[in-house]
């Protein structure tokens, strides 16, 4: 049972233009989540997060959308720079008054264009 | 600060043999979660250490075992290694706690060690 699902394997965007990464969850319980970015070789890299009680956070050209009805999140990147080109993975964790092990979805390979 | 380190980067074993992969957590950072991750199964959880205890574990054999010593460095071993295990293994670790009204918990992972098994 995959609980946290990035539908799309890749997604191709031109430089400049928005990135728009979609992730959708079916734990109720994740209190939080968080967009990751990976290159070859290196671990993830931290980028946003976002709380169960937010519907948006932003930091810099990253915006994170949270639609708990919907079960779904997104990531905004705007405007989309080369350096951008990754794996992003959305994760979704619960606090529970402890530190739950992350859960992740299989990850986006972003493709930014020149 | 430094970041999450790991060592060693890349491991050679062969079936039947045992591990032992170490990762040191960010300073301050008293958390420190352990991931496999695959091309098939992804990122997936292992468990995660607090102040020496094991706090959480994911759903993975007995075989994966781990321990976090009192300044937070951890260790995680495999016995027995199976084919299967062959991977990336990531730690990340995490502050956990309260500073200036906002809890801290975004894990910060480190390279990883690349576990290839023959």
């Known amino acids: 049972d995959q609980q946290v699902k990035q539908n799309s394997p890749s997604l191709s965007v031109q430089e400049g233009r928005i990135s728009i990464l979609n992730c959708d969850y079916t734990?109720?319980?994740?209190?939080?989540f968080l967009w990751y970015k990976k290159y070859p070789a290196e671990g993830p890299t931290f980028l946003i997060s976002i709380s169960s009680i937010k519907d948006k956070n932003e930091d810099g050209r990253f915006t994170v959308f949270l639609n708990k009805s919907a079960k779904h999140l997104s990531l905004h990147i705007v405007p989309s720079q080369p350096g951008d080109s990754a794996v992003y993975f959305c994760a979704g964790g619960g606090s529970g008054g402890g530190a739950d092990g992350l859960t992740f979805g299989k990850g986006t390979h972003l493709i930014i264009q020149p | 600060k430094a970041g999450v380190t790991q060592t060693p980067r890349y491991l050679i074993k062969t079936r039947g043999q045992q591990v032992t992969l170490s990762c040191s957590p960010i300073?301050?950072?008293?958390?420190v979660s352990w991931y496999q991750q695959t091309p098939g199964q992804g990122l997936q959880f292992l468990f995660e250490?607090?102040?020496?205890?094991?706090?959480n574990k994911g759903n993975f054999p007995g075989r994966f075992s781990g321990r976090q010593f009192s300044n937070s460095r951890s260790e995680m071993n495999v016995s027995t290694l199976e084919l299967g295990d062959s991977a990336l293994y990531l730690c990340a670790s995490s502050y956990q706690g309260l500073a200036g009204g906002r809890y801290y918990n975004e894990q910060f992972f480190g390279p990883g060690t690349r576990l290839t098994v023959l």
């Open positions: 300073s301050g950072h008293r958390s």
């Open positions: 250490y607090f102040s020496e205890t094991q706090r």
């Open positions: 734990n109720s319980m994740f209190d939080y």
